[in-house]
C-alpha cells in the first residue's frame, strides 16, 4: 500500500517533491505524486469556499473506478468547508483511504505576510501526515506539539512539530 498524492494544477507549484519527501519520513508508507486530473467540484458560491466532502466523493469513485488499494491524498488551493464546519485545512474519509488538504490558509499571504514555501511545506507536511495519521487508523492525540492534535487554528500547526508523540509513533509502527 502506498501513497498517491495527487496536486491540483491551482495549488503552489514547485514544492511537491519536497512534501513527498517530508511524508516518507514522518509516515511508513512510499508516497509518489501524480498529476491529478480531478475537477475540483464542490463550489459553493455563498461562502466562496469548497465543500471537502464532494472533493472525498470524487477520490472515492475514482478508487471504485481503478479498483486501486493505494491511499490518496489531494491536495488543492481551494479553501475547504463542511457542512457545520466554517472552515477546514483537510478531511480524511478512513473507510475508503482518502484525503484532501487545502494549502489557502496555510499560506502566509491569507494572513497578510509575504510568502514562505519554507513555512508552507512545514505546515503542508504536517497537515498532511495528520489527515494521511487518519487514514492509517490513528484518532486525534491530546498531545499539543503531536501532528494528530487536531488544530483549529494556524497557530496550532505553527505550534505542533514535525513529529508523531511516541503513543502515535508506536501504532504507526504496527501498521
Ligand atoms: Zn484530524
Ligand atoms: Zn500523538
Redesign the pocket.
Known sequence: MDLLIFWDSRAPPGIQTALSRELEILLPLISRVCESHFVVTGYIPSRKQTDATALLDSLDLFKKRSGGTDLVLLVVSEDLCRKGDEYLFGL?RQSTGSAVVSTARLENEYYGYPADDGDLIDRLAKESA??VG?LLGLA?CRNRECI?F?PLLLEDINRQKRWFCPACQEYLQKV
Open positions: 480524511s495528520h489527515e487518519h486525534h494528530m487536531n
